[in-house]
């Protein structure tokens, strides 16, 4: 007998007799498959040692922590039922940028705690290709892999410090990052998929020793990694896409996750498509000199004021402004565009920005807070030459949307019957302000869902409910991924998107009366 839906079960093993004279390991063996309704579970050796004592000095009941890779389930250990020894996850986030380790109680299913920290990769180059380059160097590839497996330990431990737990209470580690990420973690070059035919090493790293990936936890532990279907499209999308469910809906959806490049995935339980394309560097600072990843200091939230008409910031922790974030840069051009600062071309309005436009070596600039007010003693302000680039990046992000929703799908956008949006950035933005300005569709307001960190999300899943073990394999295996065509068609509909919000204003119908 077992109980239990997790990766624990309390188990309840035959005794033997003399008409029942069965090892106890193929007790053991029977009770676990026919309660897991299997027919293959792997017991490794170190759980036979000591299985004969153990298992009657329990009085043949245990908790049994298991789990599974795609060919059967695991045994991992075997504890006493009346110990209260806490049995737990960590789910991964492995961002390029920033990581996030959640602390799983995996009994109860219960987050415990969370903790995020730089991406200690960075610290060798900022962005993915400057980290593959670095690890085709002699022992680039083992530096970036130490760093970063030296950051998941330090963070791990000091969670579980705080929380009153060991880290040998951890037995299982989810991951889910982009393809490049998640090969740098397990030490996996990767130089070849930078180079055509862009071919990343492994699409279904499936289960691994977390020892032999130097995971400092239980010495029974195992870790898995969110599979690919690619180079562009990593585990952290599909985690998102567990995550939103949208393997399981009734009616299509729609799921966009904004970094450095825009990730889309459409369908619903009978089909998915999916694509990857540029259209974020702006938004996460790849471009633009104001653009920073979210942190105290940070502007956020950009507004118009109802009485006075002037601008109005938000920052994280309430702090002085440092600088704006990928949704404060959204907010912001949408308030510019409906306050009529910027016209619908993008360009400045020196009539309606008055003195807060200035010129910095032969740019208009349109300063948002000055030095007076600025937590760096400099003003911060967005330059024509970054409002460009926002205008490129919003005009991609809806053409993207019009190709995949439209030409690929065969749907029109106002047939989604929820819109994703997912990741750090998709923490932040506010829908009305990407409407505004044209970077997504206009659609009623309660058709979008933030999802906020969707690959956590995604990994907290699997520790949760063994049943998203093969949902996450069918996902990978139903995905239609497509390359953006950026042909003459492509062009034209880009060039039409470039305006505010849309050189077709139909399209926005709730800006009626706006500029």
């Given at each position: 007998m077992m109980a239990g839906k997790g990766f624990v079960r309390t188990i309840s093993v035959d005794t033997p007799s003399l008409n029942n004279n069965t090892a106890d390991a193929q007790r053991l063996e029977k009770c676990l498959l026919d309660e897991l309704k299997t027919d293959k579970i792997r017991i490794p050796l170190s759980m036979l040692k000591k299985l004969p004592s153990n298992?009657?000095?329990?009085?043949?009941?245990?908790?049994?922590?298991?789990?599974?890779?795609?060919?059967?389930?695991?045994?991992?250990?075997?504890?006493?039922?009346?110990?209260?020894?806490?049995?737990?996850?960590?789910?991964?986030?492995?961002?390029?940028?920033?990581?996030?380790?959640?602390?799983?109680?995996?009994?109860?299913?219960?987050?415990?705690?969370?903790?995020?920290?730089?991406?200690?990769?960075?610290?060798?180059?900022?962005?993915?290709?400057?980290?593959?380059?670095?690890?085709?160097?002699?022992?680039?590839?083992?530096?970036?892999?130490?760093?970063?497996?030296?950051?998941?330990?330090?963070?791990?431990?000091?969670?579980?410090?705080?929380?009153?737990?060991?880290?040998?209470?951890?037995y299982l580690v989810v991951g889910a990052g982009n393809t490049v990420m998640t090969q740098l973690f397990l030490g996996i070059e990767s130089i070849e998929i930078i180079k055509e035919p862009y071919i990343p090493c492994v699409n279904i790293p499936d289960t691994l020793s977390a020892g032999d990936l130097n995971l400092d936890?239980?010495?029974?532990?195992?870790?898995?990694?969110?599979?690919?279907?690619?180079?562009?499209?990593?585990?952290?999308?599909?985690?998102?896409?567990?995550?939103?469910?949208?393997?399981?809906?009734?009616?299509?959806?729609?799921?966009?996750?904004?970094?450095?490049?825009?990730?889309?995935?459409?369908?619903?339980?009978?089909?998915?498509?999916?694509?990857?394309?540029?259209?974020?560097?702006?938004?996460?600072?790849?471009?633009?000199?104001?653009?920073?990843?979210?942190?105290?200091?940070?502007i956020d939230r950009v507004w118009i004021d109802p009485d006075s008409k002037n601008l109005r910031i938000h920052t994280i922790g309430e702090k002085k402004p440092v600088g704006i974030c990928g949704s404060g840069m959204i907010d912001l051009s949408a308030s510019l565009f409906l306050s009529k600062k910027i016209d619908i071309t993008g360009k400045f309005s020196k009539q309606a920005c008055k003195d807060r436009l200035v010129e910095k070596e032969g740019v208009p600039c349109f300063v948002l807070v000055d030095e007076i007010h600025s937590g760096t003693g400099k003003a911060i302000s967005l330059s024509q030459v970054d409002l460009n680039s926002l205008t490129s990046s919003k005009a991609a992000m809806y053409t993207i949307l019009e190709v995949i929703v439209k030409n690929t799908a065969g749907l029109e956008f106002k047939d989604l019957q929820k819109f994703y949006v997912a990741g750090t950035f998709g923490s932040f933005i506010r829908p009305e302000s990407a409407i505004a300005i044209g970077m997504l569709p206009d659609i009623p307001m309660e058709k979008f869902e933030v999802l906020g960190n969707s690959s956590l999300g995604g990994a907290k899943l699997l520790l949760k409910n063994p049943d998203a073990f093969e949902r996450i394999m069918k996902i990978r295996q139903s995905i239609t991924y497509i390359e953006l065509n950026v042909n003459q068609e492509f062009m034209n509909m880009f060039s039409g998107a470039k305006f505010y919000p849309h050189t077709d204003r139909s399209l926005f119908p709730s800006l009626k009366g706006f500029p």
């Open positions: 298992i009657r000095q329990w009085g043949f009941k245990a908790k049994a922590v298991v789990f599974k890779d795609r060919q059967s389930w695991i045994l991992l250990d075997l504890l006493d039922q009346e110990s209260g020894m806490p049995v737990l996850g960590a789910a991964i986030d492995i961002g390029t940028t920033r990581m996030v380790i959640s602390l799983m109680d995996l009994e109860t299913g219960h987050e415990i705690g969370q903790k995020g920290f730089d991406n200690p990769q960075a610290v060798i180059g900022p962005d993915v290709l400057a980290r593959i380059h670095y690890s085709n160097k002699n022992s680039g590839l083992k530096e970036l892999n130490d760093l970063v497996i030296d950051a998941v330990n330090f963070n791990m431990a000091a969670l579980c410090k705080e929380h009153g737990f060991q880290k040998q209470d951890i936890i239980n010495a029974s532990g195992l870790a898995f990694f969110f599979p690919n279907i690619g180079s562009y499209f990593g585990g952290d999308l599909i985690a998102g896409i567990l995550f939103s469910g949208l393997d399981q809906k009734q009616d299509p959806c729609i799921m966009v996750d904004v970094g450095t490049n825009a990730e889309i995935v459409v369908g619903y339980k009978d089909w998915l498509i999916a694509c990857a394309g540029a259209a974020g560097p702006a938004l996460e600072g790849g471009v633009s000199k104001m653009g920073m990843t979210a942190n105290p200091g940070v």
